[in-house]
């Protein structure tokens, strides 16, 4: 069989996963810029808040190096969600807390100031149930910071690959997902990869007073309003 059905769940097959994205695949530079952007929405929102008191869940967080990154230089009370053997590897050798499972199955049981999800969207078969599950563990002023990749953009270059992702999303569906999902219309950010949509959504009443503050605040700050 030229195409043998690969055992994900075997020690092999996930140490060379491990290895591969330690060592490749983590986007590193882009985690960096992604929590520039968090930090100046925090800003915003929280002016008077410790940094200690700001509660923060990253969703399909693979190993771990956002969070830990986030953690080390802010301070941010921090902690991811994903079932993959990397994210057990990332636990046990950065020291931070991963939950083994899916937000749809209503864990963690606690609220978040905000909630992650880098490059994860695109490999989720049921994008209602997954956006709804976000929305019920943030809590009524927090927001959902998302990147995932633009399918308008006719150039994606490695951002897709024979087989993944699932779903491609455009700056339309996404919002109306969003909406249906609980969220107010999202606020676009500019990334530095052009296929990528950067994304932040606040819950109800919330969402329109952020994008203002972001659009009174892209002159002097990492974002760009677009």
């Known amino acids: 069989d030229p195409f043998p059905e690969v055992d ?11 290895k591969w994205y ?11 810029q992604m ?7 925090f800003a915003l929102i929280y002016p008077n808040r410790a940094a200690k008191d700001i509660i923060v869940l990253e969703v399909g967080c693979s190993y771990g190096f956002l969070i ?10 921090v902690m991811g969600i994903d079932p993959s053997p990397c994210a057990r590897f990332g636990e046990h050798e950065l020291g931070v807390k991963i939950i083994d ?5 209503g864990v963690p049981e606690q609220r978040f100031d905000a909630i992650i999800s880098v490059q994860v969207l695109e490999h989720i ?17 927090g927001f959902i910071f998302l990147t995932t990749p633009d399918a ?27 909406i249906q999902s609980g969220f107010e219309s999202p606020c676009y950010l500019k990334p530095l990869l052009p ?8 819950k109800r009443d919330f969402n329109k007073e952020l994008c203002r503050s972001i659009k009174r605040h892209e002159t002097d700050s990492t974002m760009r309003y677009v």
């Not at 330690?22 to 960096?32: C, E, K, T, W």
């Open 152 to 178: 308008a953009v006719a150039a994606l270059s490695v951002q897709v690959s024979p087989g993944e992702p699932m779903t491609l999303l455009s700056k339309n569906a996404l919002e109306k997902l969003l």
């Open 68 to 77: 830990d990154m986030a953690s080390e230089l802010f301070g941010w009370d």
């Open 101 to 105: 499972d899916y937000v749809e199955n």
């Open 35 to 41: 929590l520039a952007y968090i930090k100046d929405v």
């Open 195 to 202: 296929e990528i949509m950067v994304v932040v959504a606040g």
């Open 8 to 18: 994900l769940k075997s020690t092999e097959n996930s140490w060379e996963s491990y």
């Open 125 to 141: 078969p049921d994008l209602f149930s997954h956006l709804k599950a976000i929305s019920e563990l943030l809590k009524d002023s």
């Open 22 to 32: 330690v060592q490749r695949g983590a986007a590193l530079f882009f985690y960096a």
